[in-house]
Nanobody, 119 residues
Framework: QVQPVESGGGSVQAGGSLRVSCAAS???????????AKWFHQPPGKEREFVAE???????RYLDSAKGRFTISQDKDKSSVSLQMNSLRPEDTGMYIC??????????WGQGIQVTVSS
């Protein structure tokens, strides 16, 4: 199993922007197959929820509250994924966890990174 390493995140005031990224060492698990990536959000004391995904063809899907504010992107070798978050709200606070989908269908989960949005 591979654990991607996350970076970015931090603290920002409402209305601000942050970018979170995660990257795995080596791309052989993800390239030349139907792979993709996802981001999840876990608010304090709550369940993990889906935020965004990108598929092998570059198609994207978002949680309704993230549409128009968040943008998911993935590099060409599929071993990293980023989430650009604009117009942040206090309810966006929490851990952001990435999942790189390997060619085998296995999810390689990041460790999570904290985002705090103050009002």
């Amino acid at each position: 199993q591979v654990q991607p390493v996350e970076s970015g995140g931090g603290s920002v005031q409402a209305g601000g922007s942050l970018r979170v990224s995660c990257a795995a060492s080596g791309s052989s698990r993800y390239i030349n197959c139907k792979s993709g990536a996802k981001w999840f959000h876990q608010p304090p004391g709550k369940e993990r929820e889906f935020v965004a995904e990108i598929d092998n063809a570059g198609g994207t899907r978002y949680l309704d509250s993230a549409k128009g504010r968040f943008t998911i992107s993935q590099d060409k070798d599929k071993s990293s994924v980023s989430l650009q978050m604009n117009s942040l709200r206090p309810e966006d606070t929490g851990m952001y966890i990435c999942a790189l989908v390997a060619c085998s269908g296995v999810y390689d989960w990041g460790q999570g990174i904290q985002v705090t949005v103050s009002s």
